[in-house]
């Protein structure tokens, strides 16, 4: 699963990268954990769009807005088929930009890693994302989850899944609908990574969900 990730990219990077003309305010984030707002960037009806959402995708068919740390992720595997993910899979998917993620390894059991994983000389990269919109009561809610696959597997010595990456020559075929392309095309996007990628361990400051500053994602070399 992906259960943090990084976003320190200037505004400028990301309006350029993504093609967007405007983004909400928003400062460096260097552990951003599920339940809080995370950028999105999704195909509006003429143009992109960039706008914070939950993390933690809620169907718009739930019977209230509760947060679930199972839909903060999606499987690739079953992206098509599961209920809370299949209709915004054919109709509501997203780019979530980030420039680092971080995996735990598990050391004798009961001991976990934390590693810190990036794309070397890339200032910031997509997930693939999925978001919908829950409405009751005069309550709307706009929420995400990530999708994730098998790691690549420079990574798989770490953990055994990881985000989807989306290449950025595929953005304008995933932020799609699927009217224009055969849903298999999509599918076929949700692999592990196939370029360059760099990951050192960090601290276990990272554990804790209100942690920031730039100092989780040094590297450490010794043992804690």
């Not at 590693?115 to 000389?121: D, F, M, N």
């Not at 699927?178 to 196939?194: A, G």
């Not at 990951?199 to 040094?218: H, T």
Request: with cysteine; hydrophobic share 40%.
């Amino acid at each position: 699963m992906c259960g943090r990730f990084s976003l320190r990219a200037s505004p400028r990077v990301i309006q350029s990268v993504f093609k967007v003309e405007t983004l909400p305010d928003f400062s460096p984030r260097y552990n951003i954990a599920p339940s809080s707002p995370i950028l999105v960037i999704r195909q509006g009806i003429e143009k992109r769009e960039a706008l914070f959402m939950r993390w933690g995708l809620i169907p718009h068919w739930a019977n209230e807005a509760k947060t679930d740390w199972r839909t903060i992720n999606a499987r690739a595997e079953t992206v098509q088929s599961k209920p809370t993910f299949r209709e915004s899979f054919r109709k509501r998917r997203c780019l979530i930009p980030a420039d680092g993620f971080y995996e735990w390894q598990t050391e004798n059991k009961n001991r976990k890693i934390p590693w810190y994983i990036t794309l070397p000389s890339v200032e910031v990269f997509g997930f693939a994302g999925l978001w919908d919109r829950w409405e009751k009561d005069g309550k709307r809610i706009e929420s995400a989850t990530i999708i994730v696959t098998e790691a690549c597997p420079e990574l798989k010595k770490i953990h055994g899944r990881m985000p989807v990456i989306i290449d950025p020559l595929h953005y304008d075929l995933w932020l799609g609908i699927e009217e224009e392309r055969k849903r298999q095309d999509y599918l076929d996007l949700l692999k592990p990574w196939k370029g360059k990628i760099a990951f050192w361990r960090v601290s276990v400051a990272v554990n804790r969900a209100d942690a920031e500053g730039e100092e989780l994602i040094k590297e450490i070399l010794a043992p804690q």
